[in-house]
């Protein structure tokens, strides 16, 4: 039963969406069930989500509860989930009945606080403090490729000198400065590196490592939806 | 700039500032930053699916349009939760086995009529050199590749011979491609360091400036 039946589930589920998929959606019932569990595994996809934040919610609490080490750190973590959270899920208008109620708390003028449009609490503290965060957290792996290309881009051999040649010709490709530069070599130098490496080069090995890894894919799922491949179901 | 858009530039500027931080060494002003924008990025999450599917895909076709039978899918989402009792843990298979086969129902499909067909219709070019000598040396470079770069990840057989060679070839390839790659990620991490730094420099020194 706790193995059988989710491998029932995750056999019907697929087996409606391969055959959908050679079903019109406006003329056949499968095509039709096809588009109505597409919404339906959005919807448990939201809630499986929802799930993570809970999870860092349970695992936050328990630090800052039991006051272990450095549980100032987890009390930000939560407060800031909160703060975000609580003002987006708000109704933004007294239509509903848990609308009616919060705005007989709150006065009807808040409204543009909550949910998640602009000028709601939600949108601004993504715009001030997370959207600024975000670009910093990528900025600052500009350091530390740097440090990594120090590392790695030691021409030992012919891969390494090839991989160090390409990955430096295409930086100096990527700036006006860098690009003034190659054309004193030749002035088809930039060109031919957008023909021959970004477009020919690039493109070759990225469709064989998609023709690869959809290979893979499709046959991981297959894996799946005959109950071959169960380690999404965890232990016991 | 009013009051409180100088508390608004401020406070990206700290947020910033602490998290750069971290390129001297870890400190408490970084972990504390780390951890709003961990929590923040997590409210973030709770308020796009509270209103782009719980709202909006359950609640309002539930209730405003009468689809009664979207309970379901609102119960296989609340058994997630069952996870977390351990005694009923398992109950939360279901939702997620639902979630899976369907997911690996859509790859099965999207794999390969999404990805490996037109790839492999798109590799399948002229060779022909009456095309002209850049147009066949093009091909050939994308034919050449594709099938090098496929023989370097075939590991059923061991790689000698003509298949040790092509393999070979392919790691050429992939070492040009990976070097495009690492080239191309670095000027874009460069590009989002520039902008920080222009924030630093323009917005807050600007903010600054007006202040003092």
């Given at each position: 039963?706790?193995?059988?039946?989710?491998?029932?589930?995750?056999?019907?589920?697929?087996?409606?969406?391969?055959?959908g998929?050679?079903?019109?959606?406006?003329?056949?019932?499968?095509?039709?069930?096809?588009?109505?569990?597409?919404?339906?595994?959005?919807?448990?996809?939201?809630?499986?989500?929802?799930?993570?934040?809970?999870?860092?919610?349970?695992?936050?609490?328990?630090?800052?509860?039991?006051k272990?080490?450095?549980?100032?750190?987890?009390?930000?973590?939560?407060?800031?989930?909160f703060?975000?959270?609580?003002?987006?899920?708000?109704?933004?208008?007294?239509?509903?009945?848990?609308?009616?109620?919060?705005?007989?708390?709150?006065?009807?003028?808040?409204?543009?606080?909550?949910?998640?449009?602009?000028?709601?609490?939600?949108?601004?503290?993504?715009?001030?403090?997370?959207?600024?965060?975000?670009?910093?957290?990528?900025?600052?792996?500009?350091?530390?490729?740097?440090?990594?290309?120090y590392?790695?881009?030691?021409?030992?051999?012919?891969?390494?000198?090839?991989?160090?040649?390409?990955?430096?010709?295409?930086?100096?490709?990527?700036?006006?400065?860098?690009?003034?530069?190659?054309?004193?070599?030749?002035?088809?130098?930039?060109?031919?590196?957008?023909?021959?490496?970004?477009?020919?080069?690039?493109?070759?090995?990225?469709?064989?490592i998609?023709?690869?890894?959809?290979?893979?894919?499709?046959?991981m799922?297959?894996?799946?939806l005959?109950?071959?491949?169960?380690?999404?179901?965890?232990?016991? | 700039?009013?009051?409180?858009?100088?508390?608004?530039?401020w406070?990206?500027?700290?947020?910033?500032?602490?998290?750069?931080?971290?390129?001297?060494?870890?400190?408490?002003?970084?972990?504390?930053?780390?951890?709003?924008?961990?929590?923040?990025?997590a409210?973030?999450?709770?308020?796009?699916?509270w209103?782009?599917?719980?709202?909006?895909?359950?609640?309002?076709?539930?209730?405003?349009?009468g689809?009664?039978?979207?309970?379901?899918?609102?119960?296989?989402?609340?058994?997630?939760?069952?996870?977390?009792?351990?005694?009923?843990?398992?109950?939360?298979?279901?939702?997620?086995?639902?979630?899976?086969?369907?997911?690996?129902g859509?790859?099965?499909?999207?794999?390969?009529?999404?990805?490996?067909?037109?790839?492999?219709?798109?590799?399948?070019?002229?060779?022909?050199?009456?095309?002209?000598?850049?147009?066949?040396?093009?091909?050939?470079?994308?034919?050449?590749?594709?099938?090098?770069?496929?023989?370097?990840?075939?590991?059923?057989?061991?790689?000698?011979?003509?298949?040790?060679?092509?393999?070979?070839?392919?790691?050429?390839?992939?070492?040009?491609?990976?070097?495009?790659?690492?080239?191309?990620?670095?000027?874009?991490?460069?590009?989002?360091?520039?902008?920080?730094?222009?924030f630093?420099?323009?917005?807050?020194?600007?903010?600054?400036?007006?202040?003092?």
């Open positions: 039963m706790r193995t059988t039946l989710p491998v029932a589930v995750a056999f019907l589920s697929g087996l409606i969406m391969v055959v998929f050679f079903m019109n959606p406006e003329k056949t019932f499968f095509g039709n069930v096809e588009e109505e569990v597409l919404q339906w595994v959005t919807i448990v996809g939201g809630f499986t989500l929802l799930l993570g934040v809970v999870s860092i919610v349970r695992v936050n609490s328990r630090v800052v509860s039991q272990r080490k450095d549980w100032i750190y987890n009390l930000a973590t939560l407060i800031s989930v703060a975000m959270a609580i003002p987006a899920i708000m109704p933004i208008s007294s239509d509903s009945n848990f609308g009616s109620i919060f705005y007989s708390i709150f006065p009807e003028s808040w409204s543009f606080l909550f949910g998640t449009g602009t000028y709601s609490i939600y949108d601004w503290l993504f715009n001030y403090m997370d959207s600024p965060m975000m670009a910093t957290m990528f900025a600052m792996l500009a350091f530390y490729i740097a440090s990594a290309a590392r790695a881009f030691r021409a030992r051999n012919a891969e390494a000198t090839l991989l160090l040649l390409t990955a430096v010709l295409v930086m100096l490709w990527r700036i006006p400065m860098g690009e003034a530069f190659l054309r004193i070599f030749s002035d088809s130098l930039p060109g031919y590196i957008n023909t021959y490496v970004m477009s020919g080069v690039n493109v070759a090995v990225q469709r064989g998609i023709i690869g890894a959809a290979l893979g894919a499709a046959s799922s297959l894996r799946i005959l109950g071959i491949e169960r380690t999404y179901m965890g232990k016991g | 700039m009013t009051f409180f858009g100088h508390f608004e530039i406070l990206s500027a700290f947020l910033v500032l602490s998290l750069f931080s971290f390129l001297y060494k870890d400190n408490p002003f970084y972990k504390m930053a780390e951890h709003i924008f961990a929590g923040l990025s409210g973030y999450y709770v308020g796009l699916i209103q782009a599917v719980i709202i909006q895909q359950l609640v309002n076709p539930m209730f405003d349009q689809h009664w039978w979207l309970v379901f899918p609102g119960i296989l989402g609340a058994l997630m939760f069952a996870r977390f009792f351990s005694k009923w843990s398992w109950i939360s298979r279901i939702s997620l086995a639902f979630v899976i086969g369907n997911t690996a859509v790859f099965l499909i999207s794999q390969l009529h999404g990805f490996v067909l037109p790839q492999v219709v798109s590799t399948m070019i002229s060779l022909n050199p009456a095309q002209g000598f850049a147009a066949t040396l093009s091909a050939l470079v994308i034919v050449i590749g594709v099938i090098s770069t496929l023989i370097y990840f075939y590991f059923s057989k061991e790689h000698t011979g003509i298949l040790g060679g092509t393999a070979k070839v392919g790691i050429w390839f992939i070492m040009i491609s990976f070097g495009a790659h690492f080239g191309y990620t670095v000027m874009g991490r460069i590009s989002l360091l520039i902008g920080q730094v222009q630093l420099l323009f917005d807050w020194g600007g903010s600054i400036k007006q202040i003092f």
